[in-house]
Structures are given as C-alpha cells and as structure tokens.
C-alpha cells in the first residue's frame, strides 16, 4: 500500500481519463513501480459520458476532465490533453488539434489543412504540447507539461503513430515521428516529458513514494 502522510491518502489505483487503451499503458507503466493499478474509463463498470472540452487552453480542458470523472467517482483521476502548436500560425491547432479540419475528427484532413495553410510560410517551427492533470476529490488539482519541438515538413512521411506524426520533424530528427518506432518515440514525446514531471512533483509532495 502506498501511503500519502501529507495528504493522508492511501493510494492502490489511479484513473486514467482516456478510452484508449494504448494512452492507459503508457501510463500503467509509469505507475506500475509503485504499486498502483491504472484504469481506462474502459475498465470501469460506470458508463462516464465523454467531457466536453470547451476550454480555451490545454490546461483547462485537461482540468474539465479530470476534475470531473474525479468528483463523479470520488476517486483519484488523471487526464490529458494535447495538442500541435505551430509558431506561424499564431500557435493553431492548438486545443483544436484533433478536429482542425472540423468533425468527425480525420487525421489526414487535419494533415492536409496544416499543409495548406503553412504554403505561404517559410517558418515552419512547431511543437507538441501535452498538459496533465491529477485531480483528487476536495484537492487542488496538480499539473504537469511536457513538451517536443521540432518542425513541419513539406510532406507527409511514414506509417507508424497518428494525429500529426507523418508531419512532424522533431528536432535533432531528420525523419518524421511517423517513421520512428514507437519506442524512440515514446522516449522523446512531449506525453514522456510531462510524465517525467508529473512523477517527480507527485513524489516530491509525497503522493506516491517508492
């Protein structure tokens, strides 16, 4: 049992606020070394109704679902939100990431769109952004952000990863995330980084402990 004297908290299992079952592992990983069981919304016997993201930054919209689910079932909760900032278009996608191209949500409209508006700009700098948020029933909410620069190419390239990748250069790469293994990736994505900063400050208040 892992046991919070500062919060009094006794944590054994952590919500991710997700339905995808690939996010959940990423993250059953990170918590598995300290005796923590990660749930999906999946998992759960309770049907939660998606939340609706209407904030107007990452951290917003990451709060809105965690905050909720965690009230909801008074329990701890975790949830994300990410997205693709590009410096020449004023920071677009951004929280509209996922439907920039409208709904249903289309990764390769959404590629195409990026493409287009980017025809007239030399500047092509970007980069991937993910803010988390741990939300605890009757705490303040705690966050963490990550994040991976790089640049858009002037193509789509490679098979491997979604959103974005086929797009996107990170720095130091010559080659797009979509043509890199998912482990390479998984070490210099901007969910890693903000993971890596989510367990150090949940260590330092003593929420989670080794």
């Known amino acids: ?26 993250f059953a990983a990170l ?4 005796g923590i069981t990660v749930k999906s919304l999946l998992d759960l016997n309770t049907e939660i109704p998606d939340v609706e993201e209407t904030g107007a930054t990452f951290h917003e919209n990451a709060r809105l679902k965690a905050e909720t689910i965690a009230n909801k079932l ?9 997205g693709l900032s590009v410096d020449a278009l004023n920071g677009e996608p951004g929280v509209y990431s996922a439907r920039y191209a409208g709904e249903p949500k289309n990764d390769s409209q959404n590629n195409k769109k990026l493409l287009q508006a980017l025809t007239s ?8 952004v993910c803010v988390l948020a741990w939300a605890m029933p009757n705490k ?10 790089g ?3 002037k193509t789509m390239s490679g098979e491997s990863g979604f959103g974005y ?25 901007h969910r890693f980084h903000a993971m890596q900063q989510l ?6 208040k003593g929420i989670i402990k080794s």
Not at 121 to 128: E, K
Not at 173 to 188: F, P, Q, R
Not at 199 to 204: D, I, N, Q
């Open 1 to 26: 049992m892992k046991t919070n004297d500062k919060e009094g908290i006794s944590l054994k299992e952590l919500i991710i606020a997700t339905k995808n079952p690939g996010k959940a592992k990423e």
């Open 31 to 34: 918590f598995h070394k300290y």
């Open 74 to 82: 008074e329990t701890t909760v975790l949830a994300d939100d990410s």
């Open 121 to 128: 700009h030399n500047n092509r700098a970007a980069r991937f």
């Open 140 to 149: 303040p909410v705690i966050y963490a952000e990550g994040s991976c620069n």
């Open 151 to 153: 640049k858009i190419a």
């Open 165 to 189: 990748d086929p797009l996107f250069i990170p720095k130091g790469y010559e080659v797009t995330m979509a043509e890199l293994g998912s482990e390479e990736k998984n070490t210099i994505s």
């Open 199 to 204: 367990e150090t400050t949940l260590v330092e």
